[in-house]
C-alpha cells in the first residue's frame, strides 16, 4: 500500500501521544496527574442536555440542511452580533461538525500549491499541519515570550509577500494563552488590507478571557469582507464531544463553503444544532461559572509555577493553558517534559509540539480540579529541584 505524499503533513496530536504514554504508565499501578489535553472538565449544561434528549425523541436524527439549520445560524448571528460588536447576517453563517474541520474546509478553499499562509509559532499545531496538506507552504510566525506571547507586527508585514493567501491568529490562544491588543489587532489589519490578504481569524477561547474584552479583528473597519472566524461550541460550554463549530464568512463565500461541506460531512447532526440553540440562549451562569474556576486555577497555577526553581511563567490572558519556561533547569521543554511523566507522574506537553518557537518550553493545561493542580505542582517542584540544581552549580 503506497499512501500519498500529502499524508506526511499529518502527525498525530501530542497531546493524545503523550495521553496514551500517561495511560500506560497508570496501567502499571502508578498514579498520574493529567495537565496534557485541552478540554474542559465540567460538564456539559444540563439545559442543553435535556433539549438534545428531547430532540432525540422528537425524531430530529436525519439529514440537516447542508449550512446548518436556520434557528442555529440565527441564534450564531444574534450571539456573534451582541459579542463582536459587528452585524453578523445569518446567512453567512455556516455550521460545520466541530472547529477543526472547520479551519481545514478554510485552508482547502483558499490556499493552494505555491501559496503562502503565515501561522503563529508557537500555535494549534493543525495550523501548520492543514496549510502543509493542501500543498501551501506554512510559514511561521514567532510569538516571544518576552513580547507577552503577542506577534510583532512590522515583522507580520516582512513576511508577507505576494504568494501570501491567509493569515491565521488565535487569540486568546493555545498554548500559551496569550491575547492580542487593540493596537495588534489594527497593525495587523493594515498589512491584510494593504497586501490583499485574507485573515482566519480561530476565535474558540474568546468566552474565555480573564481581563478586559475581546476584541475580534472582524470588527475593524473594511476586515468583515477579508475575515473568517472560526469558533464553536466545545471549549465554552464543554462540548468537545458533541462536535460543533461554526465559520462567520464573507457573502461571495457562503454558497462554496456549503459545497465543500456537501461533499465532504454533509452536515452536522441535527440534534446536536438543536442543543447548540439552547446553549447560546439559554442562561449562562454555567460559563460564567467555568470561567470564574478557570481563573482561580490560573492564578494558582502561575504562583505556583514562578515559586519553583528554574521554571519562570507568563500570567495568561485567556484560554485555559500555561506555558512555562524550564531554560533555567538545563533541560529542554522536551526533556524536562519527558522526566516530569518518568519520575513524577505528571503528564504535560513540549513546547515543541506547538512549533519550532519554545524548544524551552511545555504546556500546562488547568481544565481539573484545583486539588489536581496542588498535588501536581508538588510534583514538578521535586523534579525541578532535582535537575536545576546541578545546572545552578554548573
Known amino acids: 500500500m503506497h499512501l500519498a505524499e500529502r499524508m506526511e503533513s499529518f502527525a498525530n496530536e501530542t497531546a493524545f501521544e503523550y495521553y496514551a504514554r500517561a495511560a500506560a504508565l497508570e496501567a502499571t499501578g502508578r498514579k498520574v496527574i493529567h495537565f496534557a489535553i485541552g478540554e474542559p472538565d465540567f460538564a456539559t449544561p444540563s439545559n442543553v442536555v435535556a433539549v438534545a434528549k428531547r430532540a432525540l425523541d422528537g425524531g430530529f436524527t436525519h439529514y440537516a440542511p447542508t449550512e446548518g439549520l436556520a434557528e442555529l445560524r440565527s441564534a450564531i448571528a444574534e450571539d456573534s452580533t451582541l459579542r463582536r460588536g459587528v452585524p453578523v447576517d445569518p446567512a453567512n453563517v455556516v455550521v460545520t461538525p466541530g472547529a477543526k474541520i472547520a479551519m481545514y474546509l478554510v485552508l482547502l478553499a483558499l490556499a493552494q500549491p505555491g501559496d503562502e499562509v503565515i501561522y503563529p ?129 464573507p457573502p461571495a463565500m457562503v454558497s462554496a463553503f456549503g459545497r465543500l461541506i456537501f461533499n465532504s460531512v454533509s452536515n452536522t447532526a441535527t440534534f446536536s444544532q438543536l442543543a447548540a440553540v439552547e446553549a447560546l440562549r439559554g442562561p449562562q451562569d454555567a460559563v460564567n461559572h467555568m470561567v470564574a474556576e478557570f481563573k482561580a486555577r490560573r492564578d494558582l497555577v502561575v504562583a505556583g509555577l514562578n515559586a519553583i526553581p528554574g521554571l519562570d511563567c507568563l500570567m495568561p490572558q485567556g484560554a485555559f493553558y500555561v506555558f512555562p519556561n524550564v531554560k533555567r533547569t538545563g533541560l529542554s521543554g522536551a526533556e524536562f517534559t519527558d522526566r516530569l511523566l518518568s519520575v513524577g507522574g505528571v503528564s504535560v506537553l513540549p513546547g515543541s509540539a506547538f512549533g519550532d518557537a519554545a524548544e524551552h518550553h511545555f504546556r500546562i493545561s488547568y481544565a481539573c480540579s484545583r486539588e489536581s493542580i496542588e498535588e501536581g505542582l508538588e510534583r514538578i517542584r521535586a523534579v525541578a529541584q532535582e535537575v536545576t540544581a546541578p545546572a545552578l552549580a554548573g
Do not use: C
Not at 507586527?153 to 501570501?164: H, N
Not at 493594515?190 to 490578504?197: I, L, P, W
Not at 468566552?207 to 477579508?226: N, V
Open 121 to 249: 509559532d508557537p500555535g494549534f499545531p493543525m495550523y501548520r499541519q492543514a496549510a502543509a496538506h493542501v500543498g501551501a507552504r506554512p510559514v511561521a510566525l514567532p510569538l516571544r515570550e518576552e513580547n507577552g506571547f503577542r506577534l510583532d507586527p512590522d515583522e507580520l508585514a516582512s513576511l508577507v509577500t505576494s504568494r501570501t493567501r491567509l493569515i491565521i491568529l488565535n487569540s486568546p490562544a493555545n498554548p500559551t494563552g496569550g491575547a492580542l491588543t487593540r493596537a495588534d489587532l489594527e497593525s495587523i489589519a493594515a498589512v491584510a488590507r494593504e497586501h490583499d490578504v485574507m485573515v482566519m481569524a480561530d476565535e474558540i477561547y474568546s468566552r474565555i478571557l480573564y481581563e478586559g474584552e475581546h476584541l475580534s479583528i472582524s470588527a475593524l473597519p473594511d476586515m468583515q469582507d477579508r475575515t473568517i472566524v472560526v469558533d464553536g461550541f466545545s471549549k465554552t460550554y464543554a462540548m468537545t464531544g458533541w462536535r460543533l463549530g461554526y465559520l462567520l464568512l
